[in-house]
């Protein structure tokens, strides 16, 4: 991502707004002590120009940069010059490829378009001056919008609001006793980090309070344990490991991959991606549990893409065939990095973690290719010896499985 934004740096987005200014508004950068008028002497299409519209593009710009979504969206109400400036394509690309590495999660609903940004600028810049001259609007991206909808601190405002009546069906379903959701925690993150998320889930009750231990293993792979959300909702995570515990300690010491007893290896497909089958076992969990946690190693250098993501198929195609059951990817590292960038910037203006320790889980999507899955689907950034990120995502998870959460 840092080579992309090499590649498209700060320069083109000012050449484009400089060009579109010159053209649309050429006296907004011109403003001097002969050119200013009283008010009663300015007719209407020639209105006083404001400072901050008499100010450099490249100044105009940094003003951008350090402004939140929303801050921005109310400069370009303030006048029809600003409306047109914040609307520039290439501003909001850049702060795509510059933001998204810090988005602590996505989905299925807000994962931007990657595609667009790998494709090349059209004749060397794109820019808003040549949409309005009347071009081809509806093959170029909308860089704005993508951000808009993939930008944590938006995408609460793209929320459909909650119809009056689902408060009073609220209250009538809290007192129709429901099952317990059921879920089947699996993945590389589990076995290879050097913090164990799920022995630090199991002694973290301040986090998630253990409600219940079953005394039984499923054919010694994993068991079920039962924890309490927000104190009211119980659910239960049935852990799936990929052997037994003497050989996943061995493999993660030595740094080796081990057999993976929950897969069968089929072959590959025409395209020569891997085809696996769950073990009958595990196809058995998969058919009866709500959704799924694949716990990802989101650690720079680790990971096979194509193998995780032909597992993950495996596992959710598995589940008699139901495209709706959902799936939470768990984007874990073992700790924070202690290296933290102070920044002002367009998503945030508070302390946030340095992404180069970890993979961003816009990339993590696509490394395991979950936007091809039917299924509805999240990535969340989580921390195993802080357990943060993890509630955001069991929120999300028990959301997608029909229940309601009240309290927020």
């Not at 609220?170 to 129709?176: G, K």
């Not at 816009?362 to 509805?376: E, F, G, H, I, W």
């Not at 029909?402 to 309290?407: D, F, Q």
């Amino acid at each position: 991502m840092a080579g992309k934004i090499q590649q498209f740096n700060e320069s083109a987005v000012i050449r484009s707004l400089k060009r579109f200014r010159d053209r649309y508004f050429p006296n907004a950068g011109k403003v001097g002590s002969d050119d200013v008028k009283p008010v009663a002497e300015s007719g209407e299409d020639d209105p006083p120009l404001s400072f901050l519209d008499s100010l450099p593009v490249d100044v105009q710009f940094l003003v951008m940069t350090l402004l939140s979504p929303a801050d921005i969206c109310r400069l370009g109400a303030t006048s029809q010059y600003w409306r047109a400036m914040v609307r520039d394509q290439l501003l909001w690309r850049y702060f795509l490829l510059r933001d998204m590495p810090y988005w602590p999660s996505i989905d299925h609903v807000t994962m931007p378009q990657l595609e667009s940004l790998d494709a090349p600028l059209s004749s060397g810049d794109e820019s808003l001056e040549d949409g309005e001259e009347g071009g081809d609007e509806e093959s170029k991206d909308d860089y704005m919008a993508e951000y808009l909808k993939g930008c944590p601190a938006c995408r609460q405002r793209w929320l459909p609001p909650r119809p009056p009546y689902e408060a009073v069906t609220s209250f009538l379903q809290s007192l129709v006793p429901s099952s317990e959701p059921r879920y089947a925690m699996f993945g590389p993150g589990m076995e290879q980090l050097d913090v164990s998320m799920v022995t630090r889930l199991m002694h973290a009750p301040d986090v998630l309070p253990v409600a219940g231990i079953p005394q039984r293993q499923i054919n010694g792979v994993g068991s079920g344990i039962s924890y309490t959300f927000n104190n009211q909702h119980k659910f239960n995570i049935l852990t799936l490991y990929s052997t037994n515990r003497a050989e996943r300690e061995r493999a993660r010491v030595e740094q080796q991959s081990v057999s993976n007893k929950l897969f069968t290896f089929e072959g590959t497909d025409q395209s020569g991606f891997p085809i696996f089958s769950p073990a009958p076992h595990v196809q058995e969990v998969c058919q009866v549990v709500d959704g799924f946690i694949y716990v990802a190693n989101a650690e720079r250098g680790r990971g096979e893409a194509e193998l995780e993501a032909a597992q993950i198929r495996a596992v959710v195609s598995s589940a008699w065939g139901s495209t709706s059951r959902p799936l939470l990817v768990l984007s874990c590292v073992s700790r924070e990095d202690p290296e933290v960038v102070r920044t002002t910037s367009l998503g945030s203006s508070s302390s946030r973690t340095r992404a180069k320790c970890r993979t961003p889980c816009v990339d993590m999507a696509k490394r395991l290719s979950l936007p091809q899955l039917p299924n509805p689907w999240m990535v969340q950034d989580t921390v195993a010896e802080s357990l943060s990120g993890l509630l955001d995502g069991i929120s999300w998870l028990l959301r997608c499985s029909g229940v309601k959460l009240y309290s927020s």
